[in-house]
């Protein structure tokens, strides 16, 4: 290979004998070949009638008078040659004469396989389906076709075709042939570290079997962005919070960023926990927060021993004490960490539902994120918007190790958006704070891209992505991708069999009217599906970013959408949508439901919509379908004008509206279930309170706690005034009045909370002295705890007061102590 001789030994690597076939072990038979760059250079040109000067030259004359060869090139070819194909390089002009020699011997028994696709060609070699002849191949020179015919890679032949393609003389050359022998050295690495790619042939019989292969998991273009996030979690991990927040446009790689991340933060046996916000959703703050908690509660049980778990649990009991309950009330995974925590229900009928909150709940989380978050097990949390209740965790002081990370378009976020006011709180409780923008890819980065999805050396698609950065104007990632797919699409880049690669015309492509919006490309493709698929993508779009396989079951089972399932598997086969692990699908692209959305006229979604959910009440009626009932109201609310049309279906619209806003409130998702219960309060008759009397109440009262939970007190309180003015009788009112005091409390409005329980409980016989003697109740004290020790904790626990005004007066006079004590009496110390 180079001039002056010298001695070369190559020694194939250890641990690449796992890659070969059992019958190439046994030959230790070598597939790779890496010599370096500057070995393979020669600045004096051999001797005038030395063999490589004459071989050059014979091959030279063979092929075209008018071209030379680069002595070094060849050479590589004629070393590469002889390595795959076991023979002598052909360099007698007479097989220059045609190519019956070379198809002569390919009908005899090939050399050992060397790519997975060389024992199919080798059959097509004997006659079958595809054989390779003249015609098939760009360059008629002997030593390719015999290549092609014993079905050595069609990389390795390309390459072959790129050194020996000959040059003109006035130094003119194709974009495919080589310009350095650093190219060479390049495409020959990419050979040997990724095989699986560039070295293996696609095995497909057909164009609509070939697919790009993307690399989902690569991050292109962001090397510097990925140095600072990965240094800021090491920085967390050494025991401090931190916060990382990622700006761009829809496509740009946010998520792949956030996650390199992973594997990371596992190794050092964090969690990593993730939410992202449903652009449908009523919900912006609590309701995320306490499902990402959620996640963690599973992985917490997952990736613990029963002592460590065990331990965790003592030390939220030692935390929580009598708030245990309203910690499982809000957080219902915590009870995976031990089976003694109080479930939702009890701790609601505890009375932890007076006590929940916006800011009631984001002090329980941050209590609970603190004992769970440690130097050992940091949490990374990952938004795609901030929220209050974050500043809360991350300037906590006493002991919570979290990073969050936070991303956000910023062409969609204007400056009063609550991301930046929680940088500035962030900042001032002097919380690290980073900040990252993403923007498009660069000319190498978008090029590189295109090579990974073709399988094609990266300077072979220097054309095509030129003009793909013409056309994008090097946008960002998922739009390019998006691009490369409708060429392929359109037939402007296809795959040519006989030379096993992707070709183009870069001139036809450039003269194309290809719009430049990643909507309409997906819309395009889209309209290209079958109608089940579409249909599919429309339901799934209504939705919103993810589906359960539950309520895709539920669909299957009506007559209108019992197609749907077969359009899941064409839009999944399609790359539209993706299977997560825990059972749900999810669009790959929140630009992707977009368009699946657009698929729908504007005019006809509130029908379609209303329909869909419809269909999903009559299948789901009489059935505890969980979660999926907010689902359902959520759809069947798109189309209020067409309830109010059949006065049959408002009652009914009525209940599963109620009961959705339950399953919100006990869920903390205060405002999703206030917006539930005004949809049915608005469907209710104007003489409700006389012909409902009964629902009006409960309804009532389940959105006045909706409201005080959101921290809207002024609505809460005009609702509340409304029920004490419609209530028939006073133990209807027990509940709002209790409501009502703690509203005023939350407010500082003492004077009035102390008025309301002292009126009411004056109301349920009892008497309130204006004044006491603190002489006479500090006698009173030690008496009653005297009578406390005869009775055992046992005797009380799990058992429920019968009497419901009695437990209403003991919640009133627990209350009325919080408000205003007419004396201080000085309590015996024991």
């Known amino acids: 290979m180079i001039y002056p001789e010298l001695?070369?030994?190559?020694?194939?690597?250890?641990?690449?004998?796992?890659?070969?076939?059992?019958?190439?072990?046994?030959?230790?038979?070598?597939?790779?070949?890496?010599?370096?760059?500057?070995?393979?250079?020669?600045?004096?040109?051999?001797?005038?009638?030395?063999?490589?000067?004459?071989?050059?030259?014979?091959?030279a004359e063979s092929h075209d008078t008018e071209r030379t060869i680069d002595h070094s090139y060849y050479l590589v070819a004629k070393v590469l040659y002889e390595l795959f194909v076991n023979e002598i390089f052909p360099e007698d002009s007479s097989l220059a004469e045609g190519v019956t020699?070379?198809?002569?011997?390919?009908?005899?028994?090939?050399?050992?396989?060397?790519?997975?696709?060389?024992?199919?060609?080798s059959q097509r070699a004997k006659g079958g389906k595809g054989i390779f002849d003249k015609a098939d191949l760009p360059f008629q020179i002997p030593s390719i076709v015999r290549m092609h015919?014993?079905?050595?890679?069609?990389?390795?032949?390309?390459?072959?075709?790129?050194?020996?393609?000959?040059?003109?003389?006035?130094?003119?050359?194709?974009?495919?042939?080589?310009?350095?022998?650093?190219?060479?050295?390049?495409?020959?690495?990419?050979?040997?570290?990724?095989?699986?790619?560039?070295?293996?042939?696609?095995?497909?019989?057909?164009?609509?079997?070939?697919?790009?292969?993307?690399?989902?998991?690569?991050?292109?273009?962001?090397?510097?962005?990925?140095?600072?996030?990965?240094?800021?979690?090491?920085?967390?991990?050494?025991?401090?919070s931190e916060a990382f927040?990622?700006?761009?446009?829809?496509?740009?790689?946010?998520?792949?960023?956030?996650?390199?991340?992973?594997?990371?933060?596992?190794?050092?046996?964090?969690?990593?926990?993730k939410h992202k916000f449903d652009s449908l959703s009523q919900e912006r703050s609590l309701s995320g927060v306490i499902s990402a908690v959620n996640q963690l509660c599973l992985m917490l049980k997952d990736r613990n021993t029963h002592p460590k778990i065990a331990l965790l649990a003592n030390k939220l009991r030692d935390e929580f004490g009598a708030d245990i309950g309203l910690l499982a009330r809000i957080v219902k995974n915590v009870k995976v960490l031990s089976p003694e925590f109080v479930s939702p229900a009890a701790a609601e009928e505890a009375g932890g539902g007076d006590k929940m909150n916006a800011r009631s709940v984001g002090f329980t989380l941050s209590r609970f994120m603190r004992l769970v978050s440690s130097l050992k097990h940091p949490v990374m949390w990952a938004e795609d918007t901030a929220l209050d209740v974050i500043h809360t965790f991350l300037s906590d002081t006493m002991g919570s190790c979290m990073f969050f990370v936070g991303t956000y378009r910023d062409n969609e976020v204007h400056a009063d958006h609550a991301v930046f006011d929680l940088m500035k709180k962030l900042e001032s409780s002097h919380v690290p704070t980073?900040?990252?923008?993403?923007?498009?890819?660069?000319?190498?980065?978008?090029?590189?891209?295109?090579?990974?999805?073709?399988c094609l050396y990266p300077r072979i698609c220097k054309s095509l992505s030129e003009v793909v950065m013409q056309k994008t104007k090097g946008n960002h990632p998922f739009f390019v991708l998006e691009f490369i797919k409708s060429l392929?699409?359109?037939?402007?880049?296809?795959y040519n069999f006989h030379q096993k690669r992707w070709v183009w015309d870069e001139g036809t492509i450039r003269a194309e009217d290809i719009t430049d919006n990643v909507l309409q490309l997906l819309s395009s493709e889209m309209n290209g599906l079958s109608d089940n698929?579409?249909?599919?993508?429309?339901?799934?779009?209504?939705?919103?970013?993810?589906?359960?396989?539950?309520?895709?079951?539920?669909?299957?089972?009506?007559?209108?959408?019992?197609?749907?399932?077969?359009?899941?598997?064409?839009?999944?086969?399609?790359?539209?949508?993706?299977r997560n692990s825990e059972g749900t699908f999810n669009f790959v692209h929140d630009k992707v439901r977009e368009a699946a959305y657009n698929l729908i006229p504007e005019s006809d979604r509130k029908q379609f919509h209303y329909n869909l959910g419809r269909v999903l009440h009559s299948v789901c009626e009489g059935k505890d379908v969980g979660d999926t009932i907010l689902l359902i109201a959520t759809q069947i609310n798109h189309g209020e004008e067409f309830i109010l049309k059949d006065n049959e279906l408002c009652l009914p619209i009525v209940k599963l509206n109620m009961a959705a806003g339950k399953m919100a409130i006990d869920s903390c998702r205060h405002k999703t279930a206030y917006s539930y219960l005004e949809v049915a309060s608005s469907l209710l008759p104007n003489d409700h309170w006389e012909s409902y009397y009964v629902i009006s109440l409960r309804l009532s009262f389940m959105m006045a706690s909706a409201a005080n939970s959101s921290c809207k007190y002024d609505e809460?309180?005009?609702?509340?005034?409304?029920?004490?003015?419609?209530?028939?009788?006073?133990?209807?009112?027990?509940?709002?009045?209790?409501?009502?005091?703690?509203?005023?409390?939350?407010q500082g409005k003492v004077a009035d909370a102390y008025g309301t329980c002292s009126s009411i409980l004056t109301q349920l016989g009892e008497t309130i002295p204006d004044s006491v003697d603190p002489e006479v109740v500090g006698a009173m004290i030690p008496e009653t705890l005297r009578k406390y020790d005869e009775v055992y904790c046992d005797d009380w626990l799990g058992k429920k007061m019968e009497d419901y005004t009695l437990r209403y007066v003991i919640r009133f006079y627990n209350t009325y102590k919080c408000h205003k004590l007419p004396f201080s009496p000085k309590l015996p110390t024991s």
């Open 488 to 494: 392929k699409d359109r037939d402007l880049l296809k």
């Open 149 to 240: 015919q014993l079905g050595i890679p069609a990389s390795l032949c390309l390459m072959m075709e790129n050194l020996l393609a000959l040059r003109r003389e006035d130094g003119q050359s194709s974009d495919d042939t080589y310009k350095s022998l650093r190219d060479v050295a390049e495409d020959l690495h990419l050979l040997l570290l990724d095989p699986d790619r560039f070295v293996f042939d696609n095995e497909v019989q057909s164009t609509e079997n070939m697919k790009l292969r993307y690399r989902k998991e690569k991050l292109y273009g962001r090397d510097k962005e990925e140095t600072l996030i990965t240094d800021a979690f090491c920085r967390v991990s050494r025991g401090k």
């Open 533 to 578: 698929a579409q249909l599919m993508l429309k339901v799934m779009a209504c939705f919103g970013t993810k589906t359960c396989e539950s309520v895709i079951g539920y669909l299957v089972d009506s007559a209108e959408y019992s197609a749907v399932r077969d359009g899941l598997k064409k839009a999944v086969s399609d790359g539209f949508i993706k």
């Open 716 to 746: 809460a309180e005009i609702i509340l005034q409304r029920i004490l003015k419609e209530a028939r009788c006073t133990k209807d009112n027990l509940p709002s009045y209790l409501l009502l005091s703690q509203i005023f409390q939350a």
């Open 434 to 454: 980073n900040k990252v923008s993403l923007t498009g890819l660069d000319r190498e980065d978008l090029n590189t891209m295109i090579s990974d999805a073709l």
């Open 7 to 59: 001695a070369l030994s190559i020694e194939e690597p250890a641990y690449l004998s796992y890659l070969m076939a059992p019958e190439e072990k046994q030959g230790q038979f070598g597939r790779y070949l890496e010599v370096e760059e500057m070995m393979m250079t020669s600045e004096v040109p051999p001797p005038e009638n030395s063999p490589v000067r004459t071989a050059v030259a014979a091959a």
């Open 245 to 273: 927040f990622i700006s761009g446009f829809s496509g740009c790689g946010k998520s792949m960023l956030v996650n390199t991340l992973r594997a990371r933060v596992n190794a050092v046996g964090g969690y990593v926990i």
């Open 101 to 121: 020699t070379a198809t002569a011997a390919a009908t005899e028994e090939p050399a050992p396989k060397r790519a997975k696709s060389s024992h199919l060609l």
